[in-house]
């Protein structure tokens, strides 16, 4: 089933037959929908981005990330074979570089960190988002 969606918020709130058990949140609602869930786990609310809404059995919306698990879980497996690290991931001290502006970059981003890249550079199409990304993450940078 397809649906088109312009207002997340305004879809939740007036859909009345929530017989889905689930949702998958892609592009432009994923940072929107974060507002929409009565639940969030703290990692997703670090990030700013949902991907994930299930639908509870009282009604209530719970939203998570998990770019940040997936995304992460296939970058170290595939560098499994590089020197390892005092934190155990192959990420940590490595330079890691983010393309993109989507909730994802912010989810792939906050993994990055929290496995202990040691720099983390943004490229963006738009300076006014790459600028938002390195504020929210506490980056080094260079204009």
Not at 13 to 25: L, M, P, Q, T, V
Not at 66 to 91: D, K, V, W
Request: with cysteine; charged share 15%; aromatic share 10%.
């Amino acid at each position: 089933m397809y649906l088109l969606v312009d207002d997340i918020a305004n879809f939740f709130w007036n859909y009345s037959s929530f017989d889905f058990a689930g949702f998958s949140c892609t592009i432009p609602h994923k940072e929107a929908a974060l507002y929409c869930c009565t639940e969030i786990d703290p990692t997703t609310k670090a990030i700013g981005a949902i991907n994930c809404i299930m639908n509870r059995p009282d009604g209530k919306l719970s939203g998570c990330n998990t770019y940040y698990i997936g995304a992460i879980f296939a970058i170290e497996e595939g560098l499994q074979g590089s020197q390892p690290s005092i934190s155990g991931s192959p990420l940590a001290g490595k330079l890691f570089v983010v393309v993109g502006a989507s909730g994802a970059r912010k989810a792939i981003a906050y993994g990055a960190k929290e496995k202990g890249a040691r720099v983390l550079l943004v490229a963006n199409h738009t300076m006014d988002i790459t600028r938002t990304m390195i504020v929210e993450h506490s980056l080094p940078h260079k204009f």
